[in-house]
């Protein structure tokens, strides 16, 4: 079948409507001057801990989010599949109170390896997620964007929630990636 035997495809306005959404929230928060909750500004990092780049296994970053009173599922998420080459940054919605994105905040820098590593990041700022809706893309998108902004050392991009839970080590991912890359 010939390219120009096929016919026009329109997408079903919902579905154009939510790309459009998702596609200005992107925009808006990749200028938004309200980032991160705890930026390491003023701090530069050492030389890297970790080989990365060309022959090294692949590093990913990871968005994990969660809502209200799942906070401590966050850090049970992120403590099963951290890894030091990788890149993380922890999202609340706003189904979550400051306070709780504070505790969130506040274990994350607590945690002497991800300290050392400066690998993981909190959001400050919460927004609605509907879990149903294109909000969960828009977040996600807003997630790989903020990563970008962070650092650009990641091979792939990784979305779970809280209620998300490894099977496989963080080993045996970058092996699998590793076969399938080459």
Known sequence: ???????????????????????????????????????????????????????????????????????????????????????YLLHLDAGASRDERTELAAAARDEAAWREFSNVDVVGESYAVDRTGSSVLAAALHGAAM???IGADWDWFVTLSSWDYPLVTQDGTSCTFVQLCF
């Open 1 to 87: 079948m010939k390219l120009g035997a096929m016919g026009s495809c329109r997408l079903p306005p919902a579905i154009a409507a939510a790309a459009l959404a998702a596609a200005a929230l992107l925009v808006l928060f990749r200028a938004s001057p309200y980032g991160l909750a705890y930026p390491r500004a003023g701090v530069q990092p050492g030389p890297p801990l970790v080989a990365r780049g060309p022959g090294s296994p692949p590093s990913f970053a990871y968005w994990i989010s969660g809502t209200g009173g799942e906070g401590r599922r966050v850090l049970r998420l992120l403590r099963a599949v951290y890894h030091p080459r990788n890149r």
């Open 147 to 149: 990563l970008l902004r």
